[in-house]
């Protein structure tokens, strides 16, 4: 394990002064949050991060004492002498971000360190990247054909996010829309392919997030829900194409279109699922308890019963059943919280910070989102579950997670340094588009708080209202902050509500 | 082309004369020397290439016309050689009618004495396909400077491509008629095309389509796609679809995939199922193995055309070692194996045989990438599907790996499964969330995954994984957390005590796994021992985990002692 010497007392004793209050963040401010199927980093995010990072140059300690906790510039306390492949891959990992977690890493006119030896946020390259993602993409792109409605949905959630007004895009989205609309409903991830749930998630959040009746319009509802209809399968879960498979992913995916089109949930004859004897039977029935059989042993959650416990799907769990009903009263019903609580925060690393997708996994930035974006769904189930429902298990007074960690993690070593801009998994990939969305969602999970408003806010939907979390030292500048997402749809709240209330005002399709 | 054949038809213009010399270097050579005529067949060889034939063509033909538009009417000589230039101007130019009967006649007769061309001959379109011609060929050569040897070689390729054209064009006939069921009137035989014939066809378009390009470049023209090429694909209309002007994330694809995915389209279109629609997913996969319509659409042909599934499996093997990321790929093969395992679910043989060789090639692929998610998902449903929960080699092979890496989740998690999902041992079907004790469980079994997974943890205490199995196991069978206390505090010593030295609280401590701590935290309190569960966690907080921190002092908060001083 390597040693470093810069670090500081375990605490800082003379904090400087703390940064100016934020700015106020309203709740009626928009927030967001966003999800996909992603695992290992498989077909969307590893298509430009090939590329070998250079070493930061190491340079002398800075002379004004930075004030880093020793637990981000240490090894654990605890190290087996036993390697073996991960845990060699572990410590070569803990070498790789050392030197960013501790400020030596700076290219001085790139990133300025505060005191807490935080960088700032490279805004204007993240969003210069974004733009440039949305732009015409060069020929070995290709492996993207399929996944090309991702690409609106992640620079437009990440644009967001970074504070940009999107609504600029409203035509071209409109058009690419359609042009990945099927006239057999849902949208594909091109021309002539074949409508998926994810990619349909996807359009659909893209068209949420620049607005506009006019866009709305160019959603065919009714071709949608018969789609739907016929991805349904009679274990409640979905298929997440026809002939596709069924996973978790496909789950949460079609309860976020259904809740934000507002769509009927009555199965037509024509649906797999449909069952002539239970009229009662509908496009979320079963989905609570198909979610159920994806908890592991180990308390997180599998793609689909029987595999793995992986990040990704702990957050389309959570955020599927936080949409079949109040996030309270669902999640405990259908999950074991503890062990879930459990694995979840075990997927942060010291001295990392960020998280990692699977036990004796890596870290990497796009966890903060899949792994971070769970607490605010855990917290607000633990609030009222331990004033209404009896159980147990006590809320949370403070952050069930290093918020600290986690944006000392994506601000230090996440962050492309050079021209290109855009967020990364760890120092030695690329940044991408997948990457970029689901850091800065996890930077927006680091830096807020939800609250839940137990009587909703209407409609029966919970209401969700947003703070900036405050408590304890901050070590980012304010001028850092990022927009919040919504905890369950991962666009902000605003996009969210003008979607819903357009089509709940329309009655009928 | 410059306009060889034209300029050809009119040399007896005898009044050229100023084409003994070459036009643009006599901008003011007499013009009506008559006397001085030259036939121009004798000046022709002269011309080393082609725009210079070409220009001297265009100059017997139009005697004051100056190509390089240097000439004016009062650099001419004399006043008869002005009034033809003037002639010439008109005679070219205008609409003739509009200078009246008398004029008319009076130019025309201008003409007609000095053997003008007449309007037949465009100007300005010699000029302009002269402008043309300057970029034409496929190196970016200007055709105006081949040689005339050089343009004669042109000239034969394009003879060539037009033969080549026809012959294709008479396949295609042919091939018209043998789907129309035509009979020879001749042989009396129903029109075949021949394999042979095929073959020379598709010869054939690779010859024109090498001469395109070697006439034209690979733009315009001389474009041709692969499929496009291959006379298989020629009843087939191509459906192209062209991203919206302002598209967004609009990829410039290669026109291979561009021209693959319109074909695709049109086969998807006509539900067409055939070994070429196969081959073509075959292709596509090639170049975008991330497309999840190709693989369905390959499903769909293999299962319509009742291919042999284990060939495919084959076939898929490789694909897969290639793409280890690839997600698709697995799901096919859940594909395949949904619908070849009727096939053999009730001969145990072949049931045990397919088994094997996929066990074969997961061992294989895993031994490349330990941890990948999709393969394990594939694996783990594998098991089910097949009812090979038991079979020793399956547990083996997990045992395999993880006393490659003890450390590697996917292997642990998969014999999780293995045991606690037989339905030998457990309750079968999902009575039991992972998380819940099943009834069922014998104790022997129990019994031998807690000791296995102790074993492990022993090699490395602060391995997460052999943890996570070892309370897994408890929970499922039922057992109390404090059967394995003992084992847990060997992890553990002194804590909280003071060092020798007396540095201070928890210096004497020593801890070899963190989740030790959380373990006997968990048990201290079942046993109301909440004092030595909050020193546990508090140890956590404090030194032993501290990212943790939030977590830790949760659990504290659900022992219930009450505000507690960290
Ligand atoms: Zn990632």
């Not at chain 1, 319009?217 to 991805?231: A, T």
């Not at chain 1, 919504?486 to 819903?500: D, E, F, L, T, W």
């Not at chain 2, 084409?19 to 007499?30: E, G, I, L, R, W």
């Not at chain 2, 003879?159 to 020879?184: A, H, I, Y």
Request: include cysteine; charge should be negative; glycine fraction near 8%.
């Amino acid at each position: 394990m390597s040693t470093t010497t810069t670090t500081t007392s375990n605490k800082p004793s003379q904090p400087p002064s703390p940064p100016p209050p934020q700015s106020s963040q309203k709740a009626e401010e928009e927030e967001n949050i966003e999800i996909v199927s992603d695992d290992n980093d498989s077909d969307f995010s590893s298509i430009d991060s090939e590329i070998p990072f250079t070493n930061p140059p190491s340079h002398p300690f800075p002379s004004n004492p930075i004030m880093i906790d020793s637990l981000f510039t240490t090894p654990p306390p605890i190290l087996d002498p036993f390697p073996t492949q991960t845990s060699i891959l572990q410590s070569e990992t803990i070498d790789e971000v050392l030197p960013f977690l501790t400020a030596q890493s700076q290219q001085p006119d790139l990133f300025t360190y505060n005191d807490f030896g935080v960088p700032s946020l490279r805004r204007e390259a993240h969003i210069s990247f974004l733009r440039s993602s949305l732009g015409r993409l060069p020929g070995r792109f290709v492996a993207a054909d399929a996944s090309r409605p991702w690409f609106l949905y992640w620079c437009l959630s990440g644009l967001a996010m970074l504070g940009e007004d999107v609504r600029e895009y409203r035509d071209a989205v409109r058009e690419t829309a359609r042009s990945m609309q099927n006239p057999t409903g849902g949208f594909g991830g091109g021309g002539g392919q074949l409508s998926h749930l994810a990619t349909t998630y996807a359009v659909v959040l893209a068209i949420a997030l620049v607005g506009g009746e006019e866009t709305y319009e160019v959603i065919d509802r009714r071709g949608m829900w018969r789609w739907l209809g016929g991805l349904k399968q009679r274990d409640g879960g979905f298929e997440v194409c026809k002939g596709g498979e069924e996973d978790i992913r496909g789950a949460y995916c079609a309860a976020v279109i259904i809740t934000l089109l507002d769509l009927p949930l009555d199965l037509t004859p024509d649906s797999p699922a449909y069952k002539p004897d239970d009229p009662s039977f509908n496009l979320l029935t079963g989905v609570a308890d198909y979610v159920r059989r994806c908890q592991t042993y180990e308390g997180g959650i599998s793609g689909q019963p029987s595999a793995e416990a992986h990040g990704a799907y702990a957050f389309c769990a959570l955020g599927c059943l936080a949409l079949l009903g109040h996030p309270a009263k669902v999640i405990p019903e259908y999950l074991n919280l503890p062990s879930l609580l459990s694995w979840l925060s075990s997927r942060q690393y010291a001295p990392e910070g960020g998280f990692s997708g699977r036990t004796n996994k890596l870290v990497d930035g796009c966890y903060s989102h899949w792994v971070g974006a769970c607490f605010p769904l855990i917290e607000a189930a633990l609030a009222s579950s331990s004033s209404s429902s009896g159980s147990s298990q006590p809320a949370a007074n403070d952050s069930l997670f290093s918020r600290e960690g986690l944006i000392r993690y994506i601000l230090c070593c996440c962050q492309d340094q050079g021209k290109r801009g855009g967020l990364r998994d760890k120092p030695s990939k690329m940044s991408d588009a997948y990457h970029t969305c689901y850091v800065l969602s996890g930077l927006s999970a680091g830096m807020h708080q939800w609250v839940l408003d137990e009587d909703g806010e209407g409609e029966g939907e919970p209401g969700w209202m947003v703070l900036p979390y405050l408590e304890g030292e901050q070590v980012f500048e304010g001028r850092d902050r990022v927009r919040a997402v919504h905890p369950v749809y991962v666009i902000p709240q605003g996009a969210v509500r003008g979607m819903k209330g357009y089509f709940r005002g329309k009655g009928g399709f | 082309m410059p306009p060889k054949g034209k300029a050809a038809q009119k040399p007896k213009a005898g009044s050229s004369a100023a084409a003994t010399k070459s036009p643009a270097a006599t901008p003011a050579a007499p013009l009506s020397t008559k006397s001085t005529k030259a036939t121009p067949d004798q000046q022709q060889p002269q011309s080393s290439t082609v725009a210079e034939k070409s220009k001297h063509n265009f100059t017997l033909c139009h005697p004051f016309e100056d190509l390089t538009g240097k000439n004016s009417l009062s650099a001419l000589p004399t006043q008869a050689d002005q009034l033809v230039w003037f002639a010439s101007r008109l005679v070219t130019r205008l609409p003739v009618r509009s200078i009246g009967a008398k004029g008319q006649k009076d130019l025309w007769k201008t003409v007609n004495d000095h053997s003008l061309p007449p309007r037949g001959f465009n100007i300005r379109k010699h000029q302009k396909r002269q402008q043309q011609h300057k970029t034409a060929d496929s190196r970016g050569r200007d055709i105006g400077e081949y040689s005339t040897k050089e343009w004669e070689l042109r000239q034969e390729k394009r003879v060539t491509l037009s033969c080549l054209q026809l012959q294709s064009q008479r396949f295609r006939e042919l091939r018209d008629r043998q789907k129309r069921g035509f009979v020879d009137s001749q042989t009396g035989d129903t029109v075949l095309v021949t394999d042979s014939e095929y073959l020379e066809e598709k010869q054939r378009r690779r010859e024109m389509d090498r001469l395109k390009k070697e006439l034209y470049g690979t733009q315009g023209m001389g474009r041709q796609g692969k499929l496009a090429l291959d006379p298989e694909w020629d009843d087939v209309v191509p459906i192209v679809v062209e991203d919206p002007e302002n598209a967004l994330a609009a990829i410039a694809y290669s026109p291979d995939y561009a021209e693959a995915m319109s074909y695709l389209r049109a086969v998807m279109n006509s539900k067409e199922y055939s070994p070429r629609c196969l081959k073509l997913t075959e292709y596509i996969i090639n170049l975008n193995p991330a497309h999840y319509t190709v693989w369905l659409f390959r499903a769909a042909n293999i299962f319509a055309l009742k291919l042999p599934i284990l060939d495919e499996i084959t076939w898929l093997n490789q694909i897969a070692l290639e793409n280890l990321k690839n997600y698709q790929i697995w799901h096919h093969r859940h594909l395949l194996v949904e619908n070849y395992y009727p096939s053999i679910s009730s001969d145990p043989a072949a049931l045990s045989a397919f088994a094997a060789s996929e066990r074969e090639f997961l061992t294989q692929i895993l031994a490349e990438d330990t941890k990948n998610y999709h393969v394990w998902s594939y694996r783990s449903w594998l098991v089910g599907k097949l009812g090979t929960w038991f079979n020793p080699e399956e547990l083996k092979s997990t045992e395999d790996l993880i006393d490659q890496d003890v450390r590697n989740n996917s292997a642990w998690s998969h014999r999780f499964y293995l045991v606690f999902s037989d339905p030998e041992n457990c309750t079968p079907g999902d009575k039991y969330a992972a998380t819940e004790a099943d009834p069922k469980v014998p104790g022997q079994i129990v019994d031998r995954e807690v000791g296995y997974a102790e074993g492990k943890i022993r090699l490395a205490p602060q391995n997460q994984s052999g943890w996570n199995y070892l309370r897994g196991v408890l929970v499922k069978g039922g057992r109390e957390l404090k059967s394995v206390q003992s084992f847990a505090e060997e992890f553990v010593m002194g804590l909280g005590e003071e060092g020798e030295g007396g540095e201070g609280e928890g210096t004497g401590e020593e801890v070899k796994s963190s989740h030790a701590l959380d373990l006997l935290a968990e048990i201290y309190k079942e046993q109301g021992e909440k004092q030595k569960a909050d020193l546990c966690l508090r140890r956590l907080v404090e030194k032993w985990d501290r990212i943790r921190g939030g977590y830790w002092q949760w659990r504290r908060d659900g022992l219930g002692l009450g505000e507690v001083a960290a």
